[in-house]
Structure formats: structure tokens, C-alpha cells
């Protein structure tokens, strides 16, 4: 694979440019990561990440996504909220609207009114679930053709996700999360096109793994070990599928399906209890497809 040409990602909150076809992803600078709480099993102060080495890996995440044609905007980051780096948490994005966050922890709270400034200021109107109801984004709220699939129990409310689904008129599928381990749904759950998704069995109850069965039509289910190694966390371009490294068996069988696969590695960000898709926020929707039509 050649190295990609050197760009310098946008960093400007001008009106987005809602018609354009060209895949955009908002990225956040690793400039202030590190683990300096414990909020997932992940998580250890004891295992701080190596800022030379996150600095590399973001950047090359980063240069493999425009590579594969998507276009990477940026939010500043802010110091005293390493998080901030994983924008996929920031809001759920539907066409021009973008519902916004409401973190669990306390020690995410701050980048909410981050998100939000950058989200109203590139033109997308913002909406909020009541204060009380917890909701994290993309992180928990996934489209996979016009179903909308949502995490809960963990970080978010179901209370939320059946609001979001009045809200744009969507059928809205809950699944209970019962791994800690996978405390979000992009951690083991990853639509690839309208009828297809990957996913990890064994971060589900019996329900969810049936709910899924039954509302997609090809599932492709990951190892245990390839879902430690964040397998399901994948960032996807058209046909083009991007994960952390050591996830080869996944790799066959998205080729097998015609995918082009890359890998990168990402291991300082796992650190956190993140990697590929938690770096991400897809600006055009999750599925652009399924409402561009």
C-alpha cells in the first residue's frame, strides 16, 4: 500500500456542506489522552498510554481514512478531557440534526458543551434528551439501513434511544449490553451496509443476539479474542473496513464478501476502552445510504 498523499485536516466550523457526497469524518487531536481516570474495565492509571506512540497511531488512523476517501475535519482538543478524542461519543447524526450526548460520568460531562459548540457552528441543528436520560452518541446508536440499533444499560437509557426513534420517525431495535468489557454498542456491533453488520455473540443477552438474527440480514460474527482486540470497532468507508491489528480472521471474511480491509495499529487508545470507530464521527450519518436513497 503506497503512503498516502500529506493533507492538512480541516479544522474550520464553516456551514457544512450537506449535499456533498464525499464521506466526512470529525476527528479530535490526541493532544491531551491519557488515562487519568477509571470509568471502563479497560481502564487502568497504572498503564498510562506512551504520548510519542498515540501521537503516531492517531496520525496514521487519521491518514488511512483519507486515504480510503473519506474527508477528516477536526475538534480542538481541550485539555483536562482526554476523551474528547473519541468524537463517535459526541452525538448521533441524522441528516442536518445531531442529537448530543449526555454522559453517564461526571468525568465526561465537560465535552458536551465542545461537541455542541462545534456541531452548531458547522450548521447542524442540536438536539438534547431530557436532563436525567443518559446517551452516548454514536457510541450507542447505530444504523444498519433505516433500523436504528441501540445500546443500553451500561452508558445509555433505553428511555433515550425510543425518544430518538419518535424524534426522526425510526424503527428503533434495543439491545441490552452484558459485558462490561463492551460497554458501548460500537465496541462489538458494526453495520458494514443496510443488511449486513459485524458483531460479537457473547457482548449480548439471548434477546439481543436473536433481535439481531432476525432484523439483519447477514451477520458475520467475531472471536472472542479478535473482539478483545476491538475487531467490531471498525471504521467503514463505502467498501472499505478499517480496524486495530491482529484481526485476520475478520479480515477473510470481510474479503471473502468483497471488502478491502486495513489495519492500523491502535493499542494505546484500547488503553481507554477504545479504537478505529470510537475515533470517529461519521458527519454524513452512520448509514448515509439508507436516507440519501
Not at 466550523?13 to 481516570?37: E, K, N, V, W
Request: aromatic residues 10%.
Amino acid at each position: 500500500m503506497n503512503a498516502p498523499e500529506e493533507r492538512k485536516p480541516a479544522r474550520s466550523t464553516a456551514a457544512f456542506d450537506f449535499t456533498s457526497r464525499q464521506p466526512r469524518i470529525l476527528m479530535c487531536p490526541p493532544d491531551h489522552y491519557g488515562i487519568l481516570y477509571e470509568i471502563n474495565p479497560w481502564m487502568s492509571r497504572q498503564k498510562q498510554a506512551d504520548p510519542a506512540l498515540v501521537a503516531s497511531q492517531w496520525e496514521s488512523l487519521r491518514r488511512l481514512i483519507e486515504q480510503v476517501g473519506a474527508r477528516v475535519l477536526l475538534l480542538d482538543a481541550v485539555s483536562g478531557l482526554p476523551d474528547l478524542v473519541f468524537t463517535a461519543n459526541a452525538a448521533m447524526i441524522y441528516r442536518d440534526r445531531a442529537v448530543l450526548a449526555r454522559f453517564r460520568y461526571p468525568e465526561r460531562q465537560g465535552e458536551e458543551a465542545c461537541d455542541e459548540a462545534w456541531l452548531t457552528a458547522s450548521g447542524f441543528t442540536v438536539d438534547k434528551l431530557p436532563v436525567g436520560v443518559y446517551f452516548e452518541g454514536a457510541g450507542d446508536a447505530l444504523f444498519c439501513g433505516d433500523t436504528l440499533f441501540a445500546g443500553y444499560r451500561i452508558r445509555s437509557d433505553v428511555a433515550g434511544h425510543q425518544q430518538i426513534g419518535v424524534m426522526f420517525s425510526c424503527r428503533v431495535i434495543p439491545l441490552e449490553l452484558v459485558d462490561p468489557y463492551y460497554y458501548h454498542l460500537d465496541t462489538c456491533f458494526c453495520p458494514l451496509s443496510p443488511g449486513m453488520a459485524i458483531y460479537y455473540p457473547g457482548a449480548f443477552d439471548d434477546y439481543g443476539r436473536r433481535a439481531l438474527a432476525e432484523s439483519v440480514e447477514e451477520l458475520i460474527a467475531v472471536s472472542s479474542n479478535e473482539a478483545r482486540r476491538f475487531a467490531c470497532n471498525a471504521v467503514v468507508v463505502g467498501r472499505s473496513v478499517i480496524t486495530n491489528t491482529e484481526c485476520p480472521e475478520l479480515h477473510r471474511a470481510l474479503e471473502a464478501r468483497g471488502f478491502s480491509t486495513f489495519e492500523t495499529p491502535l493499542g494505546e487508545f484500547v488503553k481507554a476502552g477504545g479504537s478505529a470507530k470510537c475515533l470517529t464521527l461519521r458527519l454524513d450519518g452512520e448509514d448515509a445510504a439508507a436516507w440519501r436513497g
